[in-house]
Nanobody, 126 residues
Framework: QVQLVESGGGLVQAGGSLRLSCAAS????????MGWFRQAPGKEREFVAA????????NYADSVKGRFAISRDNAKNTMYLQMNNLKPEDTAVYYC???????????????????WGQGTQVTVSS
C-alpha cells in the first residue's frame, strides 16, 4: 500500500509560481513511476507531468511544457512540481499519483496509476 499526500497549493496571481510536493509512504517509493494530474471544475482529470522511477525520464502535457518542472527526491520519498508563469487556466485541483511498480518510462495515461493523493487546490487569479 502506498499513501500519497500533496501540499503546496494556494492562491497566486497570473505569472506567479508555486511548488507542489507529494510525500509518499513506504520504503519502495524509488521503485515507482509517478505523475501529476489536475482536474478543473466540470472537466475530466487530465495529465500534467510524469517521471520515471529513477527520475531520468520526464514527460509533460503540451499546455505546461516550458513552465512546469517535475522532479523527485527518492531519499526523501517526495516528488515535486515546480510551476512557473502560472495562468488562470492552470486553476484546478492537483493530484499526485503512483504506479505502484517500477517503470523506466514517464507515463501519461491515468490507467498506469494505482495510488492517488487527496489533491491540493491551485487557484490562479487574472
Amino acid at each position: 500500500q502506498v499513501q500519497l499526500v500533496e501540499s503546496g497549493g494556494g492562491l497566486v496571481q497570473a505569472g506567479g509560481s508555486l511548488r507542489l510536493s507529494c510525500a509518499a509512504s513506504g520504503r519502495t517509493f524509488s521503485s515507482f513511476g509517478m505523475g501529476w494530474f489536475r482536474q478543473a471544475p466540470g472537466k475530466e482529470r487530465e495529465f500534467v507531468a510524469a517521471i520515471s522511477s529513477t527520475g531520468g525520464v520526464t514527460n509533460y502535457a503540451d499546455s505546461v511544457k516550458g513552465r512546469f518542472a517535475i522532479s523527485r527526491d527518492n531519499a526523501k520519498n517526495t516528488m515535486y512540481l515546480q510551476m512557473n508563469n502560472l495562468k488562470p487556466e492552470d486553476t484546478a485541483v492537483y493530484y499526485c499519483a503512483s504506479s505502484g511498480r517500477w517503470s523506466p518510462y514517464a507515463v501519461s495515461s491515468r490507467r498506469e496509476y494505482t495510488y492517488w493523493g487527496q489533491g491540493t487546490q491551485v487557484t490562479v487569479s487574472s
